[in-house]
């Protein structure tokens, strides 16, 4: 035999297809060609698969060397392709039995001197094999956790190439300590009850939570609101485990599953710093298209502090995703689309020394560079943001209380109970949040209550909200409706909400 087969995965955005790998053994003069579009680090792979098969006392054939990565047209990336090709090689070399690797498929980096790497994309790369077909992979072991939850398939987790050999030629194998397969529901690092005082803002989070409603808290450094962004994804309902797999899939690509449990149901929260750059923000890269902070945080927190001190674009690159819950990425191999459907949560300090408080007080900035900082941020990212929470620092009152706050669990349960009053509302609508209420929609169905209308129409009138506004504020009315099982939004619910709208607006 000079010709042997097995696979691997490639790679676009999420989604997998199954490569094969084909090596052939040919006379003539050694040498070693790789064919099938690779990219730089695949191409080093020869070097990396030829030291390791060294290095592991097996014998690399001095002959001339095909590798081809079929379908060719595929763009394929990475270290990833290293174990496949050297086991396919092997084969062909006739000292690894060909039928046993035909129906696996293959992932793994290797170290030169055979020791298996942790990948990327192991999640993603085994749905697409099982979708194809195949039933057994062999993984990098400190890829086990995340690629266990591909209920279905046999995963033999390998740290060494030694071994991989070994279980092909013998069936011998290490049995690795299996992880349960235990969800993991809440993060206790972090409560609602740490955060004293700030009723106001509670309450904010509290209802940014039930209807998905962005939120911006603008206060002085030190009066919590990192405090308070931070604790929003502890009040959001937990992910179904098919929400969970799809995050765990779009972190797996990132190479994030280090901060985040691959078993974690928990909302995600992310939160990339002011500095961030617009792919960082939104995804891209040159070789392999890794996803942005946005997807990271998909079903979870997108927390961006001190917003307005954000590169110019970085914000703005954010419509497309607050728009349809997607963001694509322009590749001239063709467009990547990655999820991205999350609570925007912005902080920003009043004015550039943040410490104007309205009074003016300490602050050391002019009238102007105070109302054009947060001008900054006007325009159709802040038409997106339905809340928008001053917060002062808490008082001594507050801070010496030795009670604790309400605690997050009780929290979620009023927001899972409010979240589905609204999606039985909303089943069939083609959305299921509050604050996702077409403003066609608004003007028809979803009006709140005779009295409140007119008020709000009123208030259209005197010009002390805009059209914009109007909708906002109805949208959060119903938020509170909910929360309180009010079957329209009342009087007291839109007032409550008139309070929570953005105050400066476009
Ligand atoms: N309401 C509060 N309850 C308890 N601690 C608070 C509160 N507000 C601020 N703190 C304390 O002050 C620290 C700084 O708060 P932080 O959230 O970072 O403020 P900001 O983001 O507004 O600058 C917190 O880590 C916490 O120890
Ligand atoms: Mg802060
Ligand atoms: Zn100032």
Redesign the pocket.
Known sequence: MTLAQTQSVALLGLDGHVVGVEVDIADGLPGYSLLGLPDAALSESRDRVRSAIVNCGEVWPNRKVTVSLSPAWLPKSGSSFDLAICISLLSAHETVPAEKIAEIVFLGELSLDGRIRSVRGVLPALIAAFKAGITTAVVPADNLKEAQLMQGMEIVPMHHLKQVLRWLRTGERQQEQEFDLQWEHSDSRLDFA?????PAARLAAEIAAVGGHHIM?I???????????ERIPTIMPALSIEQALEVTAVHSIAGTLMQRSPLSLLAPIVSPHHTTTRVAMVGGGSHVIKPGACSLAHYGVLFI?EAPECGPGVLDSLRQPLESGTITIARSIGNVTFPAQFLLVL?ANPCPCGKFTGRGRNCTCTSQQVRRYLGKLSGPLMDRIDLRVQ?E??GRV??AKTQLGESSVVIRDRVIAARAVAAQRFANMGWSLNSQIPARALRTEFQPERAAMNFLHDELDREHITARGLHKIIRTAWSFADLKGNKLPTMDDVMAAYTLRGKVEA
């Open positions: 740490d955060v004293a005082g700030q808290l206060g002085p450094p030190g009066a919590g609101k990192t405090m308070i962004a502090d902080a917060v620092p808490v507050d801070m």
